[in-house]
């Protein structure tokens, strides 16, 4: 059943009712701290979810807070395999000792333009 946050316009208490979707305009909500009827709905509390961030729709999204969505949602085992997936071909054998009468190339450093 859902819950719904209100918060009084007369004590600025916040308190929460449990109202199904169908009994949601029959509900009646009163301040149990000082019993005030004037009390108006708290939508900024009932939109964060469990990690505490704010519900986006799909249309509000940008990139990163969909691929953080995503990686959100996938087990530690299904990251790891994901990384070991990109990143295979990356050969670490660069460090391996070469061949004798072999050397590295070195690299210029790159020129900075001002």
């Not at 990139?63 to 953080?68: S, T």
């Not at 070991?84 to 050397?103: A, C, E, I, Q, R």
Request: hydrophobic share 25%; with cysteine.
């Amino acid at each position: 059943m859902p819950v719904y946050t209100f918060q009084c316009c007369k004590c600025d208490h916040l308190f929460e009712l449990f109202a199904s979707y169908s009994n949601y305009n029959k509900v009646k909500a009163e301040c149990p701290k000082c019993k005030s009827k004037k009390v108006e709905r708290s939508y900024g509390v009932d939109l964060q979810n469990m990690t505490g961030s704010v519900i986006k729709s799909d249309e509000d999204m940008k990139l990163g807070d969909l691929a953080n969505r995503n990686r959100d949602r996938m087990s530690e085992d299904h990251k790891q395999y994901l990384y070991n997936k990109h990143n295979k071909y990356k050969d670490p054998s660069f460090n391996k000792p070469l061949p004798k009468g072999m050397s590295r190339i070195k690299r210029k450093p790159k020129t900075k333009w001002t």
